[in-house]
């Protein structure tokens, strides 16, 4: 028993591993994964041990969920389609999803909104919404996955967004497409790139045939139908083509960084 | 080359005493960890978008919100799986399944569950699995193997669709997995009981003898 207490708790501060930990993760997401220790408390009973102190949970996990990424890159085939669906399948009314209320989510000016290009890319010239709205038009109906579970099928419009970045000159040899959103808290949410190339990735400006309605993210959204729906940003500014990882509002808090389905 | 003879006990038997051979133990508790931080966290996952008229209450739950519950998950299902392959491939190549949990039959486990009821069960002999215990393990191995597939597929439902048709569809599938993990919690409910009525069937489990 005494050894194998000693295998469990390595010679280390706790209270350091501790605060290691905490600071690998942004205030709002320390104050949950505190909360969260409440019930590791539980497997404190099971073993005997406690989870939390002796070995860092928090930092093994996020270390395995880097590993996670990397694997689901490589699961990743960059010409395998989502499955679509018919018109018949749409799931009506379609969920409002959001850390916020309905009548919280962004209201966007049509006529002021821009959407800036910045980064790695030729031309870095903003985009007034009539001038995307200008751009090819391809209309899927695909199924939104939620990391909470829930699944809802929709019709999404708007032009690819492998072609958009072939229209500015961006470097696609790049690691991500970053996107910021108008969200209060500034959400944000980096892309790898060959999701971006994925032949279903789409500058989403219509959904369900109608200009895409506030709930859903007007002015654009980017529907990402291979990715789980917290990757597919809503109320979108501006997207930056880069090699650096910028970190996201959901996974800064946890939520594994690739999330592909 | 050795052979290995399923007929002949001896010569595959471990040695003399040894009830559980080392890595059945390794593998079986391993596996007990893996299955158990499973199913906390998967409840804490489920909590997020419940399929029934009921949540897991927080504190049997591991992860304390969805992002760390999601954390646990994807962490555990490496040991599950890995351990989960290294089981299958040795109780495959070492004749453990053939001999241990083979032949099964309707009327031998009718008459072990009849025995069992009316305390007529013996134990002497721990190396040898009566026929209801030849069931539960056989069928729980199975279902070991769906939940592993069927979450496989609700996690990968565009890259792995096929798998994900093969559920029924990502919601039918979600079904699936819970099914399993209800199965499996109720084999743990009635086997963690039995290994407590016959310690010394736990003691093997533990230190082989
Ligand atoms: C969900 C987790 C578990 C699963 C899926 C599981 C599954 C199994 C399986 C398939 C076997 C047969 C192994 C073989 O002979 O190759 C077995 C044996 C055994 N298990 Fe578990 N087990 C679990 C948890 C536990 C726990 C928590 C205990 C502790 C009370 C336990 C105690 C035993 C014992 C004592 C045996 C020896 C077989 C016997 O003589 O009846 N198991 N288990």
Redesign the pocket.
Same mark, same amino acid.
Do not use: E, T
């Given at each position: 028993m005494r050894r194998l207490r000693s295998l469990l708790i390595p010679g280390v501060d706790k209270r350091l591993l501790v605060k290691d930990a905490a600071k690998l993760l942004p205030d709002p997401a320390r104050r949950r994964f505190i909360a969260g220790g409440a019930s590791l408390g539980a497997l404190t009973l099971l073993t005997g041990c406690d989870v939390s102190d002796s070995f860092s949970a928090e930092k093994l996990l996020v270390q395995i969920s880097k590993f996670n990424d990397k694997v689901q890159a490589a699961i990743f085939n960059p010409n395998t389609l989502a499955p679509t669906y018919t018109e018949a399948d749409i799931t009506r009314p379609f969920p409002f999803n959001g850390y916020y209320s309905e009548d919280e989510a962004p209201d966007l000016d049509g006529e002021d909104y821009t959407f800036e290009v910045r980064g790695l890319v030729d031309n870095k010239k903003s985009w007034t919404l009539d001038e995307l709205y200008k751009l090819p038009e391809v209309t899927q109906i695909t199924r939104h996955v939620c990391v909470e579970g829930w699944s809802a099928i929709g019709s999404w419009s708007g032009t690819p967004l492998r072609d958009f970045l072939k229209l500015v000159g961006a470097d696609t040899r790049a690691k991500y497409c970053w996107f910021q959103c108008a969200d209060v808290d500034g959400y944000n949410s980096p892309l790898d790139m060959a999701t971006a190339l994925h032949p279903q990735t789409q500058m989403t400006f219509k959904f369900d045939g109608e200009i895409l309605p506030r709930k859903y993210g007007y002015p654009m959204k980017i529907r990402v139908p291979t990715k789980l729906g917290f990757k597919n940003p809503k109320y979108v500014v501006s997207m930056e083509v880069t090699n650096d990882y910028k970190g996201g509002y959901w996974e800064d808090q946890g939520y594994n960084s690739f999330s592909g389905i | 080359m050795t052979s290995i003879s399923a007929n002949d006990d001896r010569t595959v038997s471990p040695p003399v005493g040894i009830i559980?051979p080392a890595w059945?133990r390794v593998v079986?508790w391993i596996? +007990?960890v893996a299955? &158990?931080v499973m199913i906390m966290s998967g409840w804490q996952i489920y909590n997020a978008s419940p399929l029934f008229d009921f949540t897991f209450s927080r504190s049997i739950t591991l992860g304390g919100w969805l992002a760390g519950a999601l954390l646990w998950h994807f962490a555990a299902m490496w040991l599950l799986v890995v351990n989960g392959l290294v089981y299958l491939v040795l $109780?495959l190549a070492t004749g453990?399944f053939r001999r241990?949990l083979w032949p099964i039959t309707p009327s031998g486990v009718a008459a072990d569950a009849k025995a069992a009821l009316t305390g007529k069960l013996s134990h002497d002999d #721990?190396s040898r @699995?009566n026929q209801v215990?030849k069931l539960l @393990?056989a069928a729980? &191995?199975l279902v $070991?193997i769906v939940v592993v597939l069927s979450g496989l597929s609700i996690w990968k439902p565009v890259q792995f669709q096929w798998l994900t048709a093969v559920f029924g569809g990502y919601d039918f599938a979600r079904y699936v997995h819970f099914t399993c993990m209800a199965l499996?919690v109720a084999?743990?409910v009635v086997?963690?009981a039995? +290994? #407590?009525l016959v310690p010394k069937? #736990?003691r +093997?489990?533990v230190a082989g003898r």
């Open positions: - | 559980q059945v079986h596996n +007990a299955m &158990i $109780g453990r241990k #721990l @699995y215990q @393990y729980i &191995i $070991g499996i084999f743990l086997h963690v039995l +290994a #407590l069937s #736990l +093997a489990m």
